[in-house]
């Protein structure tokens, strides 16, 4: 069946099909933050970092207790990289090809802040520093140029119902059992599930 399904090849079909979008798609557009994008900077603990490089695209979750994002200027935000699994996709990417995305959420709201622009990994000392955390520092900052900020259609959301209280969790595969089943074994298991709540109490920052 796959091997049968025609794509589409040309953006007049995509234009033909799906016609003009409105003012409030086209026009609501800003080149860096505003007052009103600012709020949202600041209730944001939770975005997805996009980026694109040689091998392909990359797609991370990054998180915080506090804003995930820090503005530095109008234009510029950034992106304190914590502890993770030191694949470092994102920023492998990044030092090559500096296009990024942005997709910033805040619990409780249908509607996400999308932002477009460059990427640039830095290890300045007084920004690493000025992210610090009982003690700890990021080892590298993302710095992120604007070049548009805009919102994007709560309907995907909404249709997801997403923060209406409904935990789809029970039942699914356990990290340890993925690994396990991918490795035969060599790797994950149970042991790996039992001790990783402590492991990521210790090294959250």
């Known amino acids: 069946m796959v091997g049968m399904m025609k794509y589409v090849t040309d953006i007049s079909t995509l234009d033909a099909l799906y016609g003009t979008p409105g003012p409030a798609a086209t026009d609501k557009i800003a080149r860096s933050m505003t007052t009103e994008f600012r709020v949202w900077l600041e209730r944001c603990r939770f975005c ?7 091998e392909g695209t990359d797609a991370t979750p990054r ?17 304190p990289d914590w502890m993770g699994n030191n694949r470092i996709d994102s920023l492998r990417n990044i030092v090559r090809d500096p296009r990024a995305s ?6 409780g709201s249908n509607n996400v802040v999308r932002i477009n622009g460059r990427a640039f ?11 610090e955390v009982n003690g700890k ?34 039942g699914l595969p ?16 149970q042991a790996y599930d039992e001790e990783w709540p402590e492991r990521a109490a210790k090294s959250m920052w």
């Open 48 to 54: 997805i970092l996009s980026t694109v490089g040689p």
């Open 102 to 107: 942005l997709m910033l959420f805040v619990p």
């Open 63 to 79: 998180g915080d207790k506090e804003p995930v994002l820090r503005e530095l200027d109008p234009g510029t935000l950034a992106l």
């Open 174 to 189: 356990s990290v340890g059992q993925i690994l396990a089943a991918l490795t035969e074994g060599r790797v994950g298991g």
């Open 137 to 170: 520092h990021p080892r590298s900052v993302i710095v992120f140029e604007i070049k548009e900020i805009y919102t994007q259609c709560a309907r995907a959301l909404m249709r997801a119902a997403l923060w209406d209280g409904r935990d789809d969790s029970e």
């Open 121 to 131: 990994v830095t290890l300045d000392d007084d920004l690493r520093q000025s992210f």
